[in-house]
């Protein structure tokens, strides 16, 4: 009787499968975590959009102070509305250019003119929306001012209003949202430019989101 344990062993052991090896099992894992990524950065961008307002607010409750994001003309044009209109008793217009005076500003909206030798500040040193929060909270705790109405953009204001309530957790934010009619959010997916503003925006907010939650003390 021939025996064949031992070559049968071999044999057996010859025609198992081979375990994967690490770094296969690590590549995988990197493609199922950036696939992961991507559905949640999309799902979260349609969220960012489908939030954003598309058409003007009518009314809105009046406050202690406006402050106004500059960045487009109709922002400022909105701001000095709601200030006529009695809605807030001073005016911010923060990030303006630093050559730039309250008099060349009043010149462009002579409707207006009246309220810039009495009602209204302008801040020269923001840069950018961080900026904009900050200048505001000075502004704001200055005045004693416990409310507020934000002018910005419609695609701006989620990033505005972010950087705002962090750095006035104790004052009454009520946005006022600029529609303009160059950025149609309701048929982002018709304009590559307006779409590439969107998402760039989309990740700026996730940004200054992820930022603001930082153990950091105030500016």
Request: charged letters at 20%; glycine letters at 6%.
């Amino acid at each position: 009787m021939l025996s064949v344990g031992p070559k049968t062993a071999a044999g057996d052991a010859g025609m198992r499968p081979k375990a994967p090896r690490p770094w296969w099992r690590a590549l995988r894992l990197a493609l199922v975590a950036v696939c992961l990524a991507i559905v949640l950065l999309a799902a979260g961008f349609l969220w960012f959009v489908r939030m954003l307002p598309v058409s003007e607010v009518t009314t809105v409750r009046s406050a202690d102070g406006i402050v106004v994001l500059t960045g487009a003309a109709l922002r400022i044009n909105d701001a000095l509305t709601l200030l006529a209109a009695g809605r807030g008793r001073r005016l911010l217009i923060t990030g303006v250019n630093p050559g730039t005076r309250a008099r060349e500003i009043s010149r462009l909206m002579p409707e207006h003119r009246r309220w810039f030798s009495c009602c209204i500040d302008l801040d020269h040193s923001a840069t950018n929306t961080i900026g904009n929060a900050i200048e505001a909270r000075r502004w704001a705790k200055a005045r004693g001012f416990k409310s507020l109405i934000v002018v910005t953009s419609n695609f701006h204001m989620p990033r505005a209003m972010a950087e705002l309530g962090h750095q006035l957790p104790d004052v009454a934010l009520t946005p006022y949202p600029v529609v303009s009619d160059k950025v149609r959010v309701e048929n982002w997916w018709s304009s590559p430019s307006t779409g590439r503003l969107l998402f760039f925006e989309y990740l700026k907010y996730i940004v200054a989101g992820v930022r603001i939650r930082l153990p950091l003390s105030l500016a």
